[in-house]
């Protein structure tokens, strides 16, 4: 397949206007026009909720496009959103943030100091980590993890001058450069690139194991060793599975989860073979949401595209792939 490309990345938020200060204030995003309100229709068949009003807001950082949905009415009969677990770690399969890269941590944590004094947000990892020598794929990274005021959870990542892409060595209004990529709790590491790679055409990234301490640090749990798989587009944000060896007891997504959970995360992915995707989904271990590929009408503005295919990848993960 040509040229796959992920439009957007977006979580289910309870209040959209209260999360999209924190992420303009605190970490320099910038909203991208007014909201919309979505009453039902083909967006709803698309995302599984039938006959639901959403409210989405986009919000910019760099190149790429963060999407934020609250659930204002869920439909008839659907019952209401959850919160995201409060014991929830890295190690669940439901896991999945975005990784920001800032160009100084300590100028991005000092911007975040007011909002974890307050409570707001809260930390996974106990300080920034920095990547050992011996980890040659990683080495020289500093990384820091926390949760936003509803408990998504978010990486902030700089990279060392010999390591990621040119963008991440560059200027930027404030610390924070763009997202590198989102990452995603999985269970099997092979077919997980069976589906992101054979099915949706992305390319092969990093691959590696990371352990010791400064994992341990980062992810807030003792004894952690995870194989780490980069899959990428040709440009913009890629996907990151974390496939977790250690510490056992890593726990499935709810079958039920759907888009008006906290938890619920969406890749919007532009592919050139729609069609085909729909016909070979389940053999790669996707899940159809969507009744087949949806037309979406007049609301087809919403997305920039006509057609569009709600899939869960093999551990649950949500992508709403587009025809380009």
């Not at 911007?111 to 980890?135: E, H, M, V, Y």
């Not at 990274?141 to 560059?170: C, M, N, S, T």
């Not at 979406?296 to 025809?323: C, M, T, Y």
């Amino acid at each position: 397949m040509a040229n796959p490309h992920i439009d957007t990345i977006g979580f289910t938020t309870a209040d959209g206007e209260a999360s999209a200060s924190f992420f303009t204030e605190c970490l320099g995003f910038q909203r991208a026009g007014a909201s919309r309100i979505v009453d039902g229709g083909p967006y709803g068949d698309l995302v599984g909720l039938p006959g639901a009003r959403f409210k989405l807001l986009r919000l910019t950082i760099g190149a790429e496009v963060l999407e934020l949905t609250e659930i204002l009415d869920p439909g008839p009969g659907a019952r209401p959103g959850r919160p995201i677990a409060a014991d929830s770690q890295s190690t669940d399969r439901w896991f999945q943030h975005i990784c920001l890269v800032v160009n100084g941590m300590d100028d991005a944590l000092a911007g975040l100091q007011l909002a974890f004094k307050a409570g707001t947000i809260t930390p996974i990892s106990s300080a920034p980590q920095r990547l050992p020598d011996w980890n040659t794929a990683a080495a020289g990274i500093v990384a820091y993890k926390l949760h936003d005021p509803e408990g998504h959870p978010l990486e902030l990542l700089q990279f060392p001058l010999d390591k990621g892409e040119a963008r991440w060595h560059g200027d930027a209004p404030g610390p924070v450069l763009g997202i590198d990529h989102s990452a995603i709790g999985i269970a099997d590491t092979a077919a997980s690139c069976r589906f992101y790679r054979e099915l949706l055409g992305l390319a092969a990234g990093g691959d590696g194991v990371n352990s010791g301490p400064e994992q341990d640090g980062l992810d807030g749990i003792t004894g952690s060793r995870v194989h780490i798989t980069g899959h990428r587009c040709p440009t913009g944000a890629g996907v990151e599975c974390l496939d977790y060896r250690e510490p056992p007891g890593g726990r499935p997504m709810a079958p039920d989860q759907g888009i008006q959970d906290l938890a619920h995360w969406q890749l919007r992915l532009r592919v050139a073979n729609l069609d085909e995707i729909r016909a070979k989904a389940q053999t790669y271990g996707g899940t159809l949401i969507s009744p087949g590929i949806v037309e979406l009408g007049d609301q087809a503005k919403l997305i920039g595209s006509r057609r569009a295919l709600q899939l869960a990848d093999p551990d649950g993960h949500r992508l709403q792939v587009l025809e380009a």
